[in-house]
Every structure is written in C-alpha cells, then in structure tokens.
C-alpha cells in the first residue's frame, strides 16, 4: 500500500506569511496526527483527527494553526501568519482504529525567515 | 505530564560493538515504540512493545520493555555503518490504541569503521 505522503517536503517562507502543509494519510485509516519537531527538541503532538473530526487538539500551539481534514481524506495545516518559532519538521501520521501501529511521512521542513 | 528521555542524545560507536540506548518514561502505559529516522526520511517503525517484558529482536537490534522500571531499552549488536540513523522511542498519552505519541528527544547514532 502507499505509504502517507506530506507536501511540500521543504517550505521556506517569511514571517508574516501564510503556508500549507498537506498531508495524504493511508487510505482507510481513520486516524490522522499531525506532530512537530522543532530543533533540537522532541517531535511533539500538534492534533489528531477521526475521519474528519478533529479528536484531540491539545497540542496547538496558537490560533495561528488551523488544521482541517473535509471528508475524511486528506488534511491540510496552515500557519497564518507564520512567526519565527513556528520553524520546524512537521510530520503526519495515519493508523487504522483498534490498531497500535502508526506509518509516519517523511515530514515537511518549514523554515521561516 | 508524560515525560519520555533518552540516553545517549548523540552516540558515536565503532564497527562491531555494542552499545544500548535507554528510554525512560514517567507514565503507567504498557506500550512502547521504536523508530529510526534517516535524514529527510519518515520514521519507520522499528518495534512495538505491547507488554511487560516484552522482547523483540531483529537483525542486530533488539528492544525490550520493563514496565515496573517504566524502562526500555533497544540494544545493537556488532554495529554495522547501515545503523546509522536517530532512533527515537514514544509511548502513547494514554493506555489504549489510536491516541497521540509522546517522543524522547532521540538517539543520533553514527556507526563508524
């Protein structure tokens, strides 16, 4: 099966901007989890959606990050507007319920400027 | 707070020994993961552990858990250059499946001849 792809790989922006992170989880996995990894730090909980209802989004940093997920499938993150600190690798990550395996992308390397 | 730390951050070993990364963990979960991360890559799961005592091996590497010391521990075996990688351990928030991860900051592990 495909795997769980993130696009862009590699984001630079200035601050002040807007970006969007897509993520395409497995298809028919249910769960779908979007981490950061700021540098040096651990790679950290952002939110976590069940089909398309967001289950858990305690891990948002600020209302600057809106993460959606319309029918299901694919999710996207936008920063807006993007500060210095929001610079990190943002990872998603798909499971099927009842099931303790999660397949992570490869990630998004934002920097912003 | 769930706190998750690794040790060694940074590990720097030769061809053909042995070492192990330790992962400390403050919470009653009985569920423990392993991943390797090459550079620009996805985390690929290395191991799940799913109960107290719980040992897996593959290849030259082998993960166990002990949950009453709220301890694992992923031993190599004759490290080869091909280990190297960052390997980061995680446990789920809470004690069920599908819930967010919490991560160690990570093992870089560099393999040299």
């Known amino acids: 099966e495909a795997g769980v792809t993130q696009f862009p790989s590699h984001s630079v922006i200035e601050k002040g901007q807007t970006v969007t992170l897509r993520c395409d989880p497995i298809?028919?996995?249910?769960?779908l989890y979007w981490y950061r990894r700021v540098m040096g730090k651990e790679i950290k909980f952002l939110l976590h959606?069940?089909?398309?209802?967001?289950?858990?989004e305690s891990g948002m940093p600020n209302n600057r990050f809106l993460a959606e997920r319309t029918g299901g499938t694919y999710s996207t993150l936008k920063v807006q507007p993007a500060e210095l600190e929001d610079s990190g690798v943002y990872f998603c990550?798909?499971?099927?319920?009842?099931?303790?395996?999660?397949?992570f992308g490869s990630g998004t390397r934002l920097t912003v400027v | 707070e769930l706190k998750v730390e690794q040790n060694p951050l940074f590990l720097s070993m030769q061809e053909g020994k042995n070492y192990t990364i330790y992962c400390n963990y403050s919470?009653?979960?009985?569920?423990l993961y392993w991943y390797r991360q090459d550079p620009g890559k996805s985390l690929e799961s290395l191991f799940v552990?799913?109960?107290?005592?719980a040992v897996k091996q593959e290849g030259r590497l082998m993960a166990s858990l002990d949950t009453k010391a709220r301890l694992s521990t992923l031993h190599i075996t004759a490290a080869v250059h091909d280990l190297s990688a960052t390997y980061f351990c995680?446990?789920?928030?809470?004690?069920?499946?599908?819930?967010?991860?919490?991560f160690g900051k990570g093992t870089r592990l560099s393999v040299i001849a």
């Open positions: 990550a798909s499971s099927r319920t009842r099931n303790y395996g999660y397949t």
């Open positions: 298809s028919g996995h249910d769960n």
């Open positions: 959606f069940v089909k398309e209802s967001k289950q858990d």
């Open positions: 919470t009653t979960s009985d569920r």
């Open positions: 552990l799913l109960s107290n005592g």
């Open positions: 995680a446990v789920d928030i809470r004690d069920s499946g599908n819930t967010p991860l919490v």
